[in-house]
């Protein structure tokens, strides 16, 4: 046996001892041990220094010290568009619900892309309690689940944007609050379907823009148009 191989041996033999130790978990000496063991990180900490390399004594107070300011209590997002970034104006109370219908006007253009967009969400969102052409008749009422969801050509005609969209922004009477199922601009587009479903439920004519060329007539109005 060549000296070479006596101190290969030798050195496997110390680096096999020194690996062997008493802690059940320690894993023994690790070489690079960054190279496969991703320490978990946390938002707003300064990890600073590596334990590994330095005393874990370090590495906690280091973890205790906040790296950066947190954002002050009500910031919000900044993101493309404002009008859906703000939070919202009108308390839920009875006041709040007059106050919206009154003066909540939406900021969505009643064109083709908005109109479609909201008829989408409305057969996914509405449909089981507000029924296809919003007359209450839903598959809920149907199967005698809720009794008395009112018609969008009836008691809901002329309801407000503002107070549509209060509704679904807290919820109102047997209707829970829709704002986490949809986005802001979501609610508004609902609502631009829902105008059309007050006007007795036919689709507007659009231009090759989009644009709205003649509103759809309401139920009553068709009716008038009928011959006798």
Same mark, same amino acid.
């Given at each position: ?114 109109? +479609?967009?909201?008829?989408? /969400? ?8 507000? *029924? !296809?052409?919003? $007359?209450? #008749? ?47 601009? +979501?609610?508004?587009?609902? /609502? ?8 007795? *439920? !036919?689709?507007? $004519?659009? #231009? ?15 009716a008038q148009d009928q011959p006798q």
């Amino acid at each position: 046996m060549t000296r070479y191989t006596l101190s290969s041996l030798l050195l496997i033999m110390i680096v096999g001892l020194g690996s062997c130790v008493t802690d059940p978990n320690s894993p023994g000496l690790e070489y690079m041990p960054d190279m496969y063991r991703s320490p978990a990180v946390e938002a707003y900490v300064d990890y600073g220094e590596d334990p590994y390399y330095k005393t874990e004594e370090v590495a906690k107070s280091q973890r205790n010290t906040i790296s950066a300011r947190k954002p002050v209590e009500g910031t919000i997002a900044q993101v493309k568009s404002g009008d859906f970034n703000m939070p919202y104006a009108y308390p839920n109370t009875d006041e709040g619900y007059a106050a919206a219908g009154a003066n909540l006007t939406s900021p969505l253009a009643t064109n083709q892309e908005n109109i +479609e967009a909201g008829m989408e /969400i409305y057969q996914i969102m509405c449909t089981h309690c507000h *029924g !296809e052409k919003g $007359e209450g #008749d839903g598959a809920i009422s149907r199967n005698g689940l809720i009794k008395g969801i009112p018609s969008y050509t009836g008691k809901l005609k002329d309801l407000p944007v503002g107070n549509i969209y209060h509704t679904l922004q807290y919820g109102k009477g047997l209707m829970g609050s829709h704002a986490s199922q949809m986005t802001q601009k +979501e609610r508004w587009q609902v /609502i631009e379907y829902v105008k059309v479903l007050q006007n007795g *439920g !036919e689709m507007p $004519e659009f #231009d090759a823009n989009g644009n709205v060329l003649t509103a759809a007539a309401s139920s009553d109005e068709a009716a008038q148009d009928q011959p006798q």
